[in-house]
T-cell receptor, first 115, second 113 residues
């Protein structure tokens, strides 16, 4: 079974440019998460989807970040315009449901460097 | 709000040494607890979990016991190997809002031959 797929793996852009990340979750997983991971820190939730509905986007900086999950399957996270402080790893994860004991399955992440 | 505090790293051990990585949590409810491991260049993957008090999660020789009275979930392994070198993250999942997870900052383990 294929795991969570993310692309690109690495991205280098200049500040003020737009950037987009793509995630394809494990087939059948209804819940999809986007996390931000800064160096030396744990993942911090940006947005969580249940199917196509964003159920928790309280930590998403909506002035420059946007996300969508069309048809409740794959998802795109966009930053426009990017700032130097956005340099980090962006992780996508999925889980079968939303019960408390549910395991999250993570993709390899997209490492973003903003110059 | 919820929080997870992990023992600061990095931790460096010799092969076959005993490992303990401390993890304590603060939660408003009664969460599920997890240890995830991240190998170089890879995403996080579940190592073990426990969903209720006194449960012991175990996998690949690692163990952790859900201690409600001390709000802890310490990770242990009796004899580490070089291949265990990775970053270990303690995490909790809120039972009230089950999709909401909180992660610790990770502990980097290096095992030397």
């Amino acid at each position: 079974e294929a795991g969570v797929v993310q692309s690109p793996r690495y991205k280098i852009i200049e500040k003020k440019q737009p950037v987009a990340f793509w995630c394809n979750p494990i087939s059948g997983h209804n819940t999809l998460y986007w996390y931000l991971q800064n160096l030396g820190q744990g993942p911090e939730l940006l947005i969580r989807y249940e199917n196509e509905e964003a159920v928790d986007d309280s930590q998403l900086p909506k002035d420059r970040f946007s996300a969508e999950r069309l048809k409740g399957v794959d998802s795109t996270l966009k930053i426009q315009p990017a700032e130097l402080g956005d340099s980090a790893v962006y992780l996508c994860a999925s889980s079968l449901g939303k019960t408390s004991g549910e395991t999250q399955y993570f993709g390899p992440g997209t490492r973003l460097l903003v110059l | 709000g919820n929080s997870v505090t992990q023992m600061e790293g990095p931790v460096t051990l010799s092969e076959e040494a005993f490992l303990t990585i401390n993890c304590t949590y603060t939660a408003t409810g009664y969460p599920s607890l997890f240890w995830y491991v991240q190998y170089p260049g890879e995403g996080l993957q579940l190592l073990l979990k426990a969903t209720k008090a006194d449960d012991k999660g175990s996998n690949k020789g690692f163990e952790a016991t859900y201690r409600k009275e001390t709000t802890s979930f310490h990770l242990e392994k009796g004899s580490v190997q070089v291949s265990d070198s990775a970053v270990y993250f303690c995490a909790l999942s809120d039972r009230g809002d089950a999709g909401k997870s909180t992660f610790g900052d990770g502990t980097t383990l290096t095992v030397k031959p």
